[in-house]
């Protein structure tokens, strides 16, 4: 089976021609990679900017229209061509997202036919097993298994995003178990965190691991290029 490769560029880069150079540079490599299928979320507004390749929203809004200023909706995204979003990131989560804000975005995403990463970790020292079940169970409260089955989950524990500290794989390995015994034995579950090209390997090559979610690393072509190349 393929791996999952996702790009999160999070707030970057700052200009639209940056975003073109990134993009064209990604692009010309990801031809040569059978083994891999990425998602690119870049920032909202260059969404349009990104043809040719598979895309990803970083964020959506919970409602489809109407008075919500500043919000972009599932079916704008879906309208536009994006196939995947994801929801739930620590980085929205420290925002104040509380999990039934999640599990109403998750439902609005579902209903507009976008496929969800749901991502779920634990702070530095928090009880891993609670708040991965705690993030799941409320997260997917009232949603079918079919759609459930659908979905992505992707672990990354907070005190490993952006902090060059990743989470080993043992420990990943044990933290997906945690997260297959809430009824997601069918699900892809991901790893994320400080990924970077000398470790990635490590992950791909296990089994229970379908992929990776990419934040810095992401935003240099050819570091990303070698992590999609490292399966
Ligand atoms: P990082 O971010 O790879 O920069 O640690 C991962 C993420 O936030 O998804």
Known sequence: MKKIIIANWKLNPTTWEEAENLFEAVKRGLGHFENSEVIICPPFVYLPLLKGVTLGAQNVFSETKGAFTGEISPAMLSDLGVEYVLIGHSERRKMGESNELINQKI?????A???????VGEKEGEDKKAVLDKQIQEGLVGISPEDVANM????????????????GVKETLEALEIIRNNNLEKNILLYGGSVKVDNAGEYL????????????????????LAIVGAF
Do not use: H, R
């Open 205 to 224: 090559k296990e089994e229970a691991i379908g992929g990776l979610l990419v934040g810095g690393a992401s935003l240099k072509a050819e570091e990303f």
């Open 152 to 167: 992505m989950i992707a672990y990354e524990p907070v005190w490993a995003i952006g902090t060059g500290k990743n989470c």
């Open 113 to 119: 036919g976008l496929k969800v990463v749901l991502c």
């Open 107 to 111: 439902k609005a995403s579902l209903q």
